[in-house]
Nanobody, 125 residues
Framework: FQLQASGGGLVQPGGSLRLSCVAS????????VGWFRRAPGKELEAVSC????????HYPDFVKGRFTISTDKAKNTIYLQMNDLKPEDTAIYYC???????????????????WGQGTQVTVSS
């Protein structure tokens, strides 16, 4: 099972980025999937999770209305659309899943077992 993330970069405050994460070895029709981030000097935190079997999402308050998680099942890809980015969104972003876990809420409140490599997002003027 593998996850391959991409799409990070440098963006100005207020800008947008879309991260992608291609899944291989499993299909996006059962497990919950999510995006997490680690900012310098801070703990790992969940930013968006999605139940792929019913499209129920979970977002922490600090990204609600700005971040959107979605999937393209034909491409077996998970996306994170990030709008109105702030300097405090600067972090390494990781996609993750836990096969056998279908709840987006549960995924966002635990440390998943399968991780993609990180992609750096820097928000700066």
């Amino acid at each position: 099972f593998q996850l391959q993330a991409s799409g990070g970069g440098l963006v100005q405050p207020g800008g947008s980025l879309r991260l992608s994460c291609v899944a291989s070895g499993f299909t996006l029709d059962r497990p919950a999937v999510g995006w997490f981030r680690r900012a310098p000097g801070k703990e790992l935190e969940a930013v968006s999770c999605l139940s792929t079997n019913n499209d129920i999402t979970h977002y922490p308050d600090f990204v609600k209305g700005r971040f959107t998680i979605s999937t393209d099942k034909a491409k077996n890809t998970i996306y994170l659309q990030m709008n109105d980015l702030k300097p405090e969104d600067t972090a390494i972003y990781y996609c993750a899943t836990e096969l056998g876990l279908s709840s987006s809420y549960a995924l966002c409140h635990r440390r998943p077992t399968t991780w993609g490599q990180g992609t750096q997002v820097t928000v700066s003027s």
